[in-house]
């Protein structure tokens, strides 16, 4: 909560979006999501509202949002269709309550288990993911241009459902909330700056303020290359930013340089080539990259540049863990831990 507040806190905090459960077994055979974060020691522990699910087909089901999501056999099953083809199919379309009962059955657990030990993070979404599932990628691209009725529409109602939710979050002792809604490839936006900033940047604004208003801090996850719209995601109001995306040249120094005395930074050490193809060695040079670009007067948590896919390898992820807690206590030094190099630690 230090870091979010953009102070040096006595060490680098560190969680992760999600870590696959093939690599939680590996390294923590039979346990829990709940017991793997208390075992690996993480800062904070992360929930989502409870959502029913009606099993459609093998490996499918359907959510409260309509949308039909597929298992792949990695941890995060696939959209491949949802309930809103047309304007008319909006207008006739009812979101989930977000105050059914059980809603936040998983929230109240972790409150009761984790308040004051670990920072309590709950998933909502602002602008983009929940329009993007309910209409479709390819359609909602189309629609900006043919239909804009309906996409302003579906970007004013996840703004207004995810704002109900977060009352409810912040109600039951959430610390922050944190929102994966991805706006960019690894090469540029999905969208011009200038229909984003029409768009969708007035919806991300009021979904922000809100949840500022609310008591709750606010990370905001987005993959790929965010420069040509960062600043308006920086204006929105967010605590943190999420994951300065290595793959897409985001570097986490230059974010730190122009807006870390606006906002705190997490990341960014490379889950698509050096956690899942690289080296011990490899590891732990970029992670002491991004522990030095990074953590310098605070405002900084340690994490992947994404997530701990399914095919990270889990040595190297305990390389990351092992290098944070050897140089990530405040004064910072990445010469030398208790008299040892890296080298040292790990013969």
Known sequence: M???RREEPDRIPHFEWAVDRKVREVLCPG???????????????????NFKKEKTGPDEFRNEWGIVRRYTGEEDPFPISGPIKTLED???????????????ASLEACVKNFK????IGVHLN?????PRYLLGFNEIMEA???????????VEMSVDVNLAMAKEVAARGADFVFTGDDYCSTQAPFVSPEIFRKMFNPGLKRVMTGFKELGLHVIKHCDGNLWPIIDMVVDSGIDCLDPIDPVAGMDIGAVKAKYGNRIAIKGNVNCAKTLTFGSISDV????????S????????????GNSIHSAVKPENYLAMLHTLRMYGNYPLSLEHWQGKTTDGFWA
């Open 293 to 304: 670009k990074g953590a310098p007067g605070g405002g900084f948590i340690l994490s992947s």
């Open 284 to 291: 732990i040079a970029e992670t002491k990259d991004a522990i």
């Open 2 to 4: 230090a870091v979010l």
């Open 144 to 154: 900006i241009y043919d239909c804009p009725e309906l996409v302003e529409g579906l």
């Open 31 to 49: 346990c829990s999501y709940e017991e793997f974060v208390v075992r690996m020691d993480w800062d904070a522990i992360l929930t989502a509202p």
């Open 126 to 130: 602002d602008v983009f993911s929940i």
């Open 116 to 119: 004051g030990r670990k920072a």
């Open 90 to 104: 909006f207008r006739r379309y009812t979101p989930p309550d977000p105050r059914a009962p059980g809603r936040y």
